[in-house]
């Protein structure tokens, strides 16, 4: 069953295309069959979106379903490649990581051909799709146990040029927030290994919880408003209205910036995601479960700074990151 | 290590009282001990509250927390007696069933002395804490893969008075919707228990995905308003703000309204919770996986309705449900 990953299209071909990228099978699965489109308007920008690389991260890959819808009317030039769905069994099972082999594809870059499938998806992605492009969309989500604002994050760059071109990219989003967003656990990243092909790559990331119309408009004009940016579509970008606001911020998030719990417990919430803080201002409240006589323990914000995520009411760890804060951005 | 379930605190002694409903260990688990607040002001209502039933629904638990803080300077008459977390074990995992046997804490009243560590949790709650109450307020949510409305919710009940009183009961929390719910999977419920033994019992439930501080807010202005109508504590009854409104509607939706996928592939939604909708209007999308030259089927309102539920963007099997729609009542 052993091949080599392909595609059932030629992306060079003019206008529209569509096929699958075919992910050889191993032991452990048969072959993955990755819908495909590709709109080539000849010169221009370079584009891939991808979606879907999470399985319980929906917005990207509906996102990804109406791109494809209004692009064919839209695109005035440039080529564009997206990709709704990297990793169908983690989507089919509504899952983070691949329920096969237990893998976080957006830790497995570049991939395997000879490694279980999750290494083989990074691999036929690295190799086949990924050169086809300059400008890389990966449409995530925050995931379910966090509120996050409508988001474009980048991670810090050595490259200083690859850094300011990456941040312009995620600014032209014009999403309430753009994040730069240091972060420990960054090895096989997608990103980190696009950023190493000198590719400008924007993840999009977006509240968690339920998805819904509203936040899939959001996140859908936050796409049209950086296909503007490149001029693959005519248009206005607008801001979109987040909470009754039009309005956009570039924050930096550094690991020291996480609050963690103190001890195991509930986690109860008292900020919301954009509020703006001062020193010593309630994040939230952990509530041991085994008594209710034994204190609940406040935690709050050792600095001014805005709340950037905040974990939903649930049971934690000790230790577990329980905030996200954040402050603009100096240059 | 058998026993038999106890409290360690009298429910009969005036003024606050905390300690724990004990459920004997067995073979699958130890016992464990749950945490149980009693504040005794005599003559009045007989109010129990009781959170966690679901270990990923945790507004309860964490309203039931600050209930526990405000109450003993509050309730001026009766009894009320607090159990935040039913189901510890389901709470440390995040899993709406208790992850040692499996079991739906939800669908298996009145339970079983020598039965699974869930069962004798329904077991110890039917035999020691539900006598001591004439009311039950059971907070729920309504699950992590549905947008649903703030609401507090019945089913109908076969004794009409009974009936009466529960509705009328439900409406007193002044939440966003009041939902007589007709549901097939009924036995073993613990409202369907309580109401065989004549208690009053409402459930509220509340919007799926992320548990913030805007929502538990919300949540808990509904139980207050609850305490107020059965006389325990004092104060004005107000609707909580939802949505830049502040209303209120009795709706009802049976079986029938439940709008189901024609097809597995990833359901994208196109309303939104109390949205007032036509027949033929858009409810969602459906789209297939694995190819994107097949055709999107749209799901549209088979009848003029209010939007009372919508499933999250994500992959649904065929025959799944998508969304509920619902009615005002006519009584």
Known sequence: MNGIPHLTLDLDQPGVNRGHLVVPGGADCEELWLPVFSLNKGEGSRLLITGGCHGDELEGPIVARR???????????????????LNPPAVRA????????????NRVFPGSPDG????????????????????????????????????????????????AKTLRMAEA????????????????????WAHSQGKVFVCAEFGGGTVGSEALAIYEAGVR????????????????????????????????????????????PRCSVLDE?????????????????????????????????????????ADEAVAMLARPIKF
Not at 94 to 105: A, E, K, M, V
Not at 119 to 133: C, G, H, K, Q, T
């Open 67 to 85: 791109l494809i819808e209004w692009l064919p009317e839209a695109q005035t030039c440039g080529r564009v490649i997206i990709i709704p769905v």
């Open 94 to 105: 509504w899952s983070r990581n691949t329920p096969i082999d237990g893998l976080n594809l």
């Open 116 to 163: 279980s499938v999750t290494e083989r998806i990074a691999d036929a992605i690295s190799r086949l799709v990924l050169p086809m492009a300059d400008t890389v969309f990966d449409l995530h989500s925050f995931g379910l146990r966090w509120d996050f604002p409508p988001a474009s994050t980048t991670h810090p760059i050595a490259n200083a040029d690859l850094m």
């Open 173 to 192: 989003f014009k999403l309430p927030v753009t994040l730069l967003w240091e972060h420990n656990d960054t090895p096989g990243m997608f990103d980190t």
């Open 225 to 268: 408003n950086a296909l503007i940016a490149l001029e693959l579509v005519e248009g206005k970008a607008e801001y979109p209205i987040f909470r009754q606001r039009k309005s956009s911020q570039t924050l930096e998030t550094r690991s020291s910036d996480e609050l963690k719990s103190p001890a195991p417990g509930i986690f109860e």
């Open 277 to 317: 803080i001062e020193q010593g201002d309630l994040i939230g409240i952990l509530h041991p479960m085994d008594s209710l006589s034994a204190g609940s323990i406040d935690i709050r914000a050792p600095t001014a700074s805005v709340v950037c995520a905040v974990k939903s009411g649930m049971h934690v760890e």
